[in-house]
Protein backbone atom coordinates (compact mmCIF):
# COMPACT_ATOMS: atom_id res chain seq x y z
CA UNK A 1 0.00 0.00 0.00
CA UNK A 2 1.52 3.48 -0.83
CA UNK A 3 1.84 5.96 1.46
CA UNK A 4 -1.24 8.08 -0.41
CA UNK A 5 -2.93 5.11 -0.25
CA UNK A 6 -2.59 4.89 3.40
CA UNK A 7 -3.47 8.03 3.95
CA UNK A 8 -6.45 8.56 2.40
CA UNK A 9 -7.43 5.02 4.26
CA UNK A 10 -6.87 7.47 7.44
CA UNK A 11 -8.63 10.48 6.23
CA UNK A 12 -11.65 7.92 5.37
CA UNK A 13 -11.51 6.47 8.87
CA UNK A 14 -12.01 9.65 10.46
CA UNK A 15 -14.92 10.79 8.04
CA UNK A 16 -16.46 7.15 9.08
CA UNK A 17 -16.11 8.22 12.92
CA UNK A 18 -16.88 11.62 12.51
CA UNK A 19 -20.42 10.49 10.65
CA UNK A 20 -21.08 7.96 12.56
CA UNK A 21 -21.00 9.63 16.06
CA UNK A 22 -18.25 7.36 17.12
CA UNK A 23 -16.36 8.86 19.82
CA UNK A 24 -12.41 9.18 20.47
CA UNK A 25 -13.11 6.56 23.31
CA UNK A 26 -14.68 3.98 21.10
CA UNK A 27 -11.89 4.09 18.87
CA UNK A 28 -8.86 4.13 19.90
CA UNK A 29 -7.07 1.18 20.14
CA UNK A 30 -5.39 0.65 23.49
CA UNK A 31 -1.43 0.73 24.25
CA UNK A 32 -0.31 2.87 21.27
CA UNK A 33 1.43 6.33 21.49
CA UNK A 34 -0.17 9.17 19.32
CA UNK A 35 0.06 9.11 15.48
CA UNK A 36 2.94 10.96 14.39
CA UNK A 37 2.77 12.43 10.45
CA UNK A 38 6.82 12.65 10.71
CA UNK A 39 7.36 9.12 11.09
CA UNK A 40 5.11 7.61 8.56
CA UNK A 41 6.80 10.54 6.07
CA UNK A 42 10.07 9.13 7.42
CA UNK A 43 9.45 5.33 6.69
CA UNK A 44 8.33 6.58 2.72
CA UNK A 45 11.44 4.38 0.93
CA UNK A 46 14.76 5.74 0.48
CA UNK A 47 13.69 8.18 -2.04
CA UNK A 48 16.65 8.53 -3.95
CA UNK A 49 19.12 8.28 -0.96
CA UNK A 50 22.02 5.63 -1.45
CA UNK A 51 21.48 2.32 0.50
CA UNK A 52 24.11 2.72 3.11
CA UNK A 53 22.32 6.16 4.33
CA UNK A 54 19.19 4.99 3.75
CA UNK A 55 19.70 1.53 5.78
CA UNK A 56 21.42 3.52 8.64
CA UNK A 57 18.12 6.31 9.09
CA UNK A 58 15.99 2.98 8.87
CA UNK A 59 17.92 1.38 11.85
CA UNK A 60 18.14 4.67 14.02
CA UNK A 61 14.34 4.85 13.34
CA UNK A 62 13.61 1.08 14.11
CA UNK A 63 16.06 1.20 17.15
CA UNK A 64 14.44 3.97 18.87
CA UNK A 65 10.91 2.70 18.35
CA UNK A 66 11.71 -1.01 19.29
CA UNK A 67 13.15 0.80 22.75
CA UNK A 68 9.17 2.19 23.50
CA UNK A 69 7.06 -0.34 25.88
CA UNK A 70 4.58 1.19 23.75
CA UNK A 71 4.89 1.52 19.94
CA UNK A 72 3.87 4.32 18.35
CA UNK A 73 0.85 3.05 15.50
CA UNK A 74 0.07 4.61 12.21
CA UNK A 75 -3.33 6.14 13.08
CA UNK A 76 -3.78 5.37 16.61
CA UNK A 77 -6.35 7.58 17.24
CA UNK A 78 -8.12 5.85 14.33
CA UNK A 79 -7.99 2.39 15.70
CA UNK A 80 -11.19 0.10 16.72
CA UNK A 81 -9.95 -1.70 19.70
CA UNK A 82 -11.84 -4.65 18.19
CA UNK A 83 -9.76 -4.96 15.10
CA UNK A 84 -7.31 -8.13 15.63
CA UNK A 85 -3.48 -7.98 14.63
CA UNK A 86 -3.35 -9.72 11.73
CA UNK A 87 -1.07 -13.23 12.13
CA UNK A 88 1.60 -14.40 9.77
CA UNK A 89 -0.05 -11.74 6.82
CA UNK A 90 1.41 -8.68 4.82
CA UNK A 91 -1.47 -6.72 6.07
CA UNK A 92 -1.10 -2.22 6.25
CA UNK A 93 -3.88 -0.44 8.16
CA UNK A 94 -3.76 2.37 10.29
CA UNK A 95 -3.63 0.23 13.89
CA UNK A 96 -0.39 -1.15 12.72
CA UNK A 97 2.73 0.04 14.13
CA UNK A 98 5.07 2.55 12.24
CA UNK A 99 7.93 -0.07 12.76
CA UNK A 100 6.31 -2.61 10.78
CA UNK A 101 6.92 0.17 7.87
CA UNK A 102 10.22 0.51 8.28
CA UNK A 103 10.98 -3.48 8.41
CA UNK A 104 9.10 -3.50 5.32
CA UNK A 105 10.73 -0.69 3.81
CA UNK A 106 14.35 -2.86 4.89
CA UNK A 107 12.63 -5.90 2.88
CA UNK A 108 12.82 -4.04 -0.36
CA UNK A 109 16.57 -3.24 0.17
CA UNK A 110 17.76 -6.78 -0.54
CA UNK A 111 20.92 -7.67 0.52
CA UNK A 112 21.55 -3.72 1.51
CA UNK A 113 19.86 -4.34 4.51
CA UNK A 114 22.11 -7.19 5.91
CA UNK A 115 23.70 -4.47 8.36
CA UNK A 116 20.10 -4.13 9.85
CA UNK A 117 20.20 -8.01 11.24
CA UNK A 118 20.24 -6.82 14.71
CA UNK A 119 17.72 -4.79 14.76
CA UNK A 120 15.81 -7.29 13.02
CA UNK A 121 16.70 -9.91 16.03
CA UNK A 122 14.87 -7.34 18.36
CA UNK A 123 11.55 -6.78 16.21
CA UNK A 124 11.19 -10.39 16.32
CA UNK A 125 11.71 -11.05 20.16
CA UNK A 126 8.58 -8.29 20.75
CA UNK A 127 6.78 -11.31 19.14
CA UNK A 128 4.72 -8.50 17.80
CA UNK A 129 2.37 -10.13 15.26
CA UNK A 130 1.89 -7.07 13.22
CA UNK A 131 5.53 -7.82 12.53
CA UNK A 132 5.99 -11.68 11.94
CA UNK A 133 5.40 -11.13 7.95
CA UNK A 134 8.13 -7.93 7.34
CA UNK A 135 10.16 -9.61 9.92
CA UNK A 136 10.35 -12.87 8.15
CA UNK A 137 10.47 -10.89 4.54
CA UNK A 138 13.38 -8.34 5.98
CA UNK A 139 15.78 -11.52 7.39
CA UNK A 140 15.27 -13.16 3.86
CA UNK A 141 16.35 -10.37 1.63
CA UNK A 142 18.87 -9.99 3.85
CA UNK A 143 19.75 -13.57 3.86
CA UNK A 144 20.32 -13.93 7.80
CA UNK A 145 21.05 -16.97 9.25
CA UNK A 146 17.87 -17.02 11.26
CA UNK A 147 15.55 -16.57 8.19
CA UNK A 148 15.59 -20.30 7.74
CA UNK A 149 14.67 -21.58 11.43
CA UNK A 150 11.99 -19.18 11.16
CA UNK A 151 10.31 -20.31 7.71
CA UNK A 152 10.60 -23.34 9.13
CA UNK A 153 9.06 -22.48 12.56
CA UNK A 154 6.20 -21.12 10.20
CA UNK A 155 5.22 -24.69 7.83
CA UNK A 156 5.38 -26.26 11.38
CA UNK A 157 2.53 -23.92 12.15
CA UNK A 158 -1.01 -24.60 12.83
CA UNK A 159 -2.50 -21.39 10.97
CA UNK A 160 -2.53 -21.61 7.25
CA UNK A 161 -1.55 -18.38 6.79
CA UNK A 162 1.95 -19.21 8.65
CA UNK A 163 2.72 -22.33 6.68
CA UNK A 164 2.42 -20.33 3.60
CA UNK A 165 4.48 -17.79 4.85
CA UNK A 166 7.15 -20.28 5.68
CA UNK A 167 6.58 -21.99 2.26
CA UNK A 168 7.17 -18.75 0.17
CA UNK A 169 10.31 -17.59 2.74
CA UNK A 170 12.16 -20.95 2.01
CA UNK A 171 11.41 -20.78 -2.11
CA UNK A 172 12.70 -17.31 -1.64
CA UNK A 173 16.05 -18.10 0.28
CA UNK A 174 16.65 -21.26 -2.64
CA UNK A 175 19.83 -22.78 -1.99
CA UNK A 176 20.40 -21.49 1.32
CA UNK A 177 17.60 -23.89 2.00
CA UNK A 178 19.06 -26.83 1.30
CA UNK A 179 20.06 -28.11 4.85
CA UNK A 180 16.21 -27.94 5.32
CA UNK A 181 15.47 -30.66 2.35
CA UNK A 182 15.63 -33.85 4.94
CA UNK A 183 12.82 -31.73 6.47
CA UNK A 184 10.83 -30.69 3.57
CA UNK A 185 11.02 -34.58 2.31
CA UNK A 186 9.50 -35.81 5.29
CA UNK A 187 6.77 -33.15 5.54
CA UNK A 188 5.50 -33.95 2.14
CA UNK A 189 3.94 -37.19 3.48
CA UNK A 190 2.34 -35.05 6.71
CA UNK A 191 1.62 -31.81 5.84
CA UNK A 192 -1.84 -30.82 5.01
CA UNK A 193 -2.61 -32.10 1.29
CA UNK A 194 -4.22 -28.45 0.32
CA UNK A 195 -0.31 -26.75 0.96
CA UNK A 196 1.56 -29.89 -0.82
CA UNK A 197 1.70 -28.15 -4.29
CA UNK A 198 3.65 -25.24 -2.80
CA UNK A 199 5.89 -27.54 -1.08
CA UNK A 200 6.24 -28.99 -3.96
CA UNK A 201 7.63 -26.18 -6.02
CA UNK A 202 10.30 -25.07 -3.18
CA UNK A 203 11.81 -28.68 -3.87
CA UNK A 204 12.08 -27.95 -7.14
CA UNK A 205 14.42 -25.04 -6.00
CA UNK A 206 15.98 -26.63 -3.61
CA UNK A 207 15.63 -30.63 -3.79
CA UNK A 208 18.15 -33.01 -4.73
CA UNK A 209 17.82 -36.91 -5.90
CA UNK A 210 16.22 -37.79 -2.58
CA UNK A 211 13.20 -35.22 -3.18
CA UNK A 212 12.19 -37.58 -6.15
CA UNK A 213 11.32 -40.38 -4.23
CA UNK A 214 9.69 -38.04 -1.67
CA UNK A 215 7.29 -36.42 -5.02
CA UNK A 216 7.17 -40.20 -6.67
CA UNK A 217 4.95 -40.88 -3.58
CA UNK A 218 2.43 -38.61 -4.41
CA UNK A 219 1.76 -39.79 -7.92
CA UNK A 220 -0.48 -41.98 -5.97
CA UNK A 221 -2.48 -39.37 -3.37
CA UNK A 222 -6.09 -39.77 -3.43
CA UNK A 223 -6.08 -35.94 -4.83
CA UNK A 224 -5.83 -35.26 -8.20
CA UNK A 225 -4.40 -31.23 -7.30
CA UNK A 226 -1.56 -33.21 -5.75
CA UNK A 227 -0.58 -35.86 -8.55
CA UNK A 228 -1.00 -33.36 -10.73
CA UNK A 229 1.33 -30.58 -8.81
CA UNK A 230 3.82 -34.12 -8.20
CA UNK A 231 3.84 -34.04 -11.67
CA UNK A 232 4.40 -31.08 -12.26
CA UNK A 233 7.17 -30.75 -9.96
CA UNK A 234 8.89 -34.45 -11.08
CA UNK A 235 9.38 -33.02 -14.58
CA UNK A 236 11.39 -30.13 -12.91
CA UNK A 237 14.23 -32.66 -11.88
CA UNK A 238 14.77 -33.60 -15.31
CA UNK A 239 16.49 -36.88 -16.14
CA UNK A 240 17.01 -37.88 -12.60
CA UNK A 241 13.40 -38.71 -12.06
CA UNK A 242 13.15 -41.42 -14.48
CA UNK A 243 12.08 -43.72 -11.35
CA UNK A 244 8.99 -42.22 -12.37
CA UNK A 245 8.70 -42.43 -15.93
CA UNK A 246 6.45 -45.97 -15.58
CA UNK A 247 3.91 -44.00 -12.98
CA UNK A 248 3.76 -41.13 -15.23
CA UNK A 249 3.15 -42.96 -18.30
CA UNK A 250 -0.29 -45.01 -16.68
CA UNK A 251 -1.54 -41.91 -15.66
CA UNK A 252 -0.86 -40.17 -18.81
CA UNK A 253 -3.01 -42.86 -20.23
CA UNK A 254 -5.60 -43.72 -17.70
CA UNK A 255 -6.46 -40.79 -15.05
CA UNK A 256 -9.95 -39.64 -14.99
CA UNK A 257 -9.09 -36.39 -15.07
CA UNK A 258 -7.51 -34.95 -18.26
CA UNK A 259 -5.46 -32.11 -16.44
CA UNK A 260 -3.25 -34.47 -14.66
CA UNK A 261 -3.37 -37.01 -17.55
CA UNK A 262 -1.73 -34.00 -19.50
CA UNK A 263 0.59 -33.09 -16.69
CA UNK A 264 1.75 -36.71 -16.43
CA UNK A 265 2.54 -36.78 -20.27
CA UNK A 266 4.12 -33.54 -20.28
CA UNK A 267 6.59 -35.02 -17.31
CA UNK A 268 7.48 -37.74 -18.80
CA UNK A 269 7.82 -35.80 -22.12
CA UNK A 270 10.76 -33.75 -20.48
CA UNK A 271 11.97 -36.48 -18.00
CA UNK A 272 12.55 -39.25 -20.65
CA UNK A 273 13.21 -37.42 -23.58
CA UNK A 274 10.60 -38.74 -25.63
CA UNK A 275 6.95 -37.44 -26.90
CA UNK A 276 3.80 -38.79 -24.24
CA UNK A 277 0.91 -37.54 -25.78
CA UNK A 278 -2.44 -37.75 -22.80
CA UNK A 279 -5.07 -39.65 -23.66
CA UNK A 280 -7.70 -36.93 -25.24
CA UNK A 281 -11.02 -35.68 -23.47
CA UNK A 282 -14.08 -38.17 -24.39
CA UNK A 283 -17.20 -36.56 -24.56
CA UNK A 284 -20.04 -37.52 -21.92
CA UNK A 285 -22.25 -40.48 -22.84
CA UNK A 286 -24.56 -39.79 -19.98
CA UNK A 287 -28.18 -38.00 -20.52
CA UNK A 288 -28.49 -35.65 -17.26
CA UNK A 289 -31.22 -33.41 -17.04
CA UNK A 290 -33.03 -31.29 -14.07
CA UNK A 291 -36.59 -32.70 -13.22
CA UNK A 292 -38.94 -33.81 -10.81
CA UNK A 293 -37.10 -31.87 -8.36
CA UNK A 294 -33.83 -33.79 -8.68
CA UNK A 295 -31.26 -34.43 -11.43
CA UNK A 296 -32.38 -37.35 -13.89
CA UNK A 297 -29.10 -39.88 -14.46
CA UNK A 298 -29.61 -41.87 -17.60
CA UNK A 299 -31.01 -42.44 -20.65
CA UNK A 300 -33.22 -45.84 -20.69
CA UNK A 301 -34.04 -46.51 -16.86
CA UNK A 302 -32.78 -42.97 -15.57
CA UNK A 303 -31.61 -42.61 -11.79
CA UNK A 304 -33.05 -39.65 -9.71
CA UNK A 305 -30.58 -37.65 -7.87
CA UNK A 306 -30.96 -35.44 -4.67
CA UNK A 307 -30.43 -31.72 -5.41
CA UNK A 308 -27.69 -31.14 -2.83
CA UNK A 309 -28.61 -27.49 -2.44
CA UNK A 310 -32.40 -28.05 -1.15
CA UNK A 311 -31.38 -31.04 1.77
CA UNK A 312 -30.76 -30.24 5.17
CA UNK A 313 -31.17 -32.49 7.57
CA UNK A 314 -31.85 -31.80 11.00
CA UNK A 315 -33.10 -34.91 12.61
CA UNK A 316 -35.99 -34.24 15.33
CA UNK A 317 -33.71 -35.92 17.99
CA UNK A 318 -30.80 -33.23 17.46
CA UNK A 319 -33.08 -30.43 17.23
CA UNK A 320 -32.61 -30.11 20.96
CA UNK A 321 -28.86 -30.60 21.16
CA UNK A 322 -27.73 -27.64 18.23
CA UNK A 323 -30.68 -24.91 19.07
CA UNK A 324 -28.93 -22.19 18.18
CA UNK A 325 -26.35 -22.84 15.88
CA UNK A 326 -26.43 -21.23 12.62
CA UNK A 327 -25.81 -22.57 8.90
CA UNK A 328 -26.40 -26.07 9.58
CA UNK A 329 -26.33 -28.56 6.80
CA UNK A 330 -27.16 -31.59 9.11
CA UNK A 331 -27.72 -32.90 12.44
CA UNK A 332 -28.00 -36.57 12.04
CA UNK A 333 -28.64 -38.76 15.31
CA UNK A 334 -25.79 -41.54 15.55
CA UNK A 335 -27.03 -43.72 18.62
CA UNK A 336 -25.33 -41.69 21.14
CA UNK A 337 -25.63 -38.52 20.03
CA UNK A 338 -25.33 -36.35 16.96
CA UNK A 339 -22.91 -35.47 13.80
CA UNK A 340 -22.89 -32.25 13.02
CA UNK A 341 -22.06 -30.37 9.80
CA UNK A 342 -21.54 -26.47 9.62
CA UNK A 343 -21.66 -24.50 6.39
CA UNK A 344 -18.96 -21.43 7.09
CA UNK A 345 -19.08 -20.41 3.67
CA UNK A 346 -15.68 -18.46 2.21
CA UNK A 347 -14.20 -19.12 6.23
CA UNK A 348 -14.89 -23.05 5.91
CA UNK A 349 -16.93 -25.15 7.60
CA UNK A 350 -16.87 -27.58 10.45
CA UNK A 351 -17.96 -31.62 11.85
CA UNK A 352 -18.59 -32.41 15.28
CA UNK A 353 -20.04 -34.91 17.20
CA UNK A 354 -22.85 -33.59 20.09
CA UNK A 355 -23.52 -35.51 23.26
CA UNK A 356 -24.86 -34.91 26.48
CA UNK A 357 -23.94 -31.63 26.10
CA UNK A 358 -20.66 -31.70 25.00
CA UNK A 359 -19.37 -30.92 21.76
CA UNK A 360 -16.39 -32.46 19.69
CA UNK A 361 -14.85 -30.97 16.57
CA UNK A 362 -14.22 -34.08 13.88
CA UNK A 363 -12.82 -31.95 11.23
CA UNK A 364 -12.42 -28.03 10.94
CA UNK A 365 -10.98 -26.32 7.70
CA UNK A 366 -11.08 -23.14 5.85
CA UNK A 367 -11.08 -24.82 2.08
CA UNK A 368 -13.95 -26.68 2.53
CA UNK A 369 -17.57 -26.74 4.15
CA UNK A 370 -19.88 -30.14 4.63
CA UNK A 371 -23.21 -30.35 2.50
CA UNK A 372 -24.88 -33.83 3.39
CA UNK A 373 -23.84 -36.83 4.86
CA UNK A 374 -24.67 -40.06 3.37
CA UNK A 375 -24.19 -43.74 5.19
CA UNK A 376 -22.21 -45.77 2.68
CA UNK A 377 -21.01 -49.20 3.23
CA UNK A 378 -20.98 -48.92 6.68
CA UNK A 379 -19.27 -45.65 7.10
CA UNK A 380 -20.04 -41.97 7.14
CA UNK A 381 -19.41 -39.73 4.01
CA UNK A 382 -19.83 -36.23 4.22
CA UNK A 383 -20.10 -34.23 0.80
CA UNK A 384 -17.98 -31.14 0.60
CA UNK A 385 -17.70 -28.41 -1.34
CA UNK A 386 -15.85 -24.77 -1.30
CA UNK A 387 -18.17 -22.39 -3.57
CA UNK A 388 -16.92 -19.14 -3.38
CA UNK A 389 -15.45 -16.39 -5.88
CA UNK A 390 -13.92 -18.84 -8.82
CA UNK A 391 -13.12 -21.77 -6.14
CA UNK A 392 -15.82 -24.30 -7.11
CA UNK A 393 -14.29 -27.38 -5.51
CA UNK A 394 -15.55 -30.81 -3.70
CA UNK A 395 -14.45 -33.54 -1.74
CA UNK A 396 -15.29 -37.13 0.01
CA UNK A 397 -14.49 -36.80 4.03
CA UNK A 398 -15.19 -40.37 5.68
CA UNK A 399 -16.73 -40.68 9.57
CA UNK A 400 -16.05 -43.77 11.60
CA UNK A 401 -16.72 -44.62 15.00
CA UNK A 402 -13.80 -46.61 17.04
CA UNK A 403 -12.68 -47.61 20.15
CA UNK A 404 -11.40 -44.28 20.87
CA UNK A 405 -14.88 -42.21 19.42
CA UNK A 406 -15.57 -40.73 16.26
CA UNK A 407 -12.75 -39.85 13.68
CA UNK A 408 -12.93 -38.06 10.52
CA UNK A 409 -10.94 -37.89 7.58
CA UNK A 410 -10.66 -36.10 3.95
CA UNK A 411 -10.35 -39.50 1.46
CA UNK A 412 -10.59 -37.98 -1.58
CA UNK A 413 -11.31 -34.79 -4.04
CA UNK A 414 -13.30 -34.49 -6.49
CA UNK A 415 -13.74 -32.84 -9.72
CA UNK A 416 -15.47 -30.02 -8.34
CA UNK A 417 -18.33 -29.11 -6.34
CA UNK A 418 -21.32 -31.82 -6.12
CA UNK A 419 -24.76 -30.94 -7.22
CA UNK A 420 -26.46 -34.39 -6.45
CA UNK A 421 -26.21 -37.28 -5.23
CA UNK A 422 -28.31 -40.72 -5.14
CA UNK A 423 -27.63 -44.36 -3.28
CA UNK A 424 -28.23 -47.48 -5.16
CA UNK A 425 -29.73 -50.96 -4.84
CA UNK A 426 -26.16 -52.06 -4.14
CA UNK A 427 -25.62 -49.40 -1.54
CA UNK A 428 -22.83 -47.85 -3.68
CA UNK A 429 -23.16 -43.69 -3.49
CA UNK A 430 -23.16 -41.82 -6.74
CA UNK A 431 -22.15 -38.30 -6.91
CA UNK A 432 -22.80 -35.96 -9.32
CA UNK A 433 -20.79 -32.47 -9.61
CA UNK A 434 -21.46 -29.09 -10.72
CA UNK A 435 -19.80 -30.04 -14.23
CA UNK A 436 -21.57 -33.12 -14.68
CA UNK A 437 -18.72 -35.65 -13.87
CA UNK A 438 -19.91 -38.72 -12.51
CA UNK A 439 -18.59 -40.52 -9.34
CA UNK A 440 -19.27 -43.97 -7.26
CA UNK A 441 -18.53 -44.93 -3.92
CA UNK A 442 -18.74 -48.41 -3.33
CA UNK A 443 -17.37 -50.99 -0.96
CA UNK A 444 -14.53 -50.17 1.63
CA UNK A 445 -15.14 -46.63 0.08
CA UNK A 446 -13.20 -47.17 -3.16
CA UNK A 447 -13.70 -44.03 -5.32
CA UNK A 448 -14.55 -44.87 -9.48
CA UNK A 449 -14.90 -41.67 -11.69
CA UNK A 450 -17.41 -42.99 -14.15
CA UNK A 451 -18.36 -39.61 -16.59
Not at 79 to 97: L, Y
Not at 182 to 191: G, M, Q, S, W
Not at 252 to 280: F, L, N, S
Not at 357 to 366: A, I
Amino acid sequence: MSRLALLALVVALASTARASGVTKELIDRPGGEPFDWNKIEASNGCRGEPAPKCVARLRKQLAAELQKHKLTLVAGELCRATVPPPRCERFESPCMPVAALWIEQLAALGTDAAPAAPELLIAEKRQDPWFTAHVLDAMVSAQMPRALELALANLRDADVECRWLGLGALGKLGPKARSAVPELERAVDIINWKDRPQLFRVLVKVGGPDSVAALQRQLDSPFWSVQQAAAEALAGFGSIAKPALPTLGEMAATHWKYGVRDAAARAATKIGGKEIAATPIHGSGTRIAFGDGGWMVGTTAPERFEDIDRVVNVEDRCNAMVNGKRNLRFAVWVGDGCLVGVDGGEWGGEISFVSKGETTSLWKQWYLNPLVLVPVHGSWVALMHMDHMSARDGGLLRIDHGPTGWTAREFFELSDSPSGFHVDANGDLKILTQSHALFRVGPDLKVEAIQ
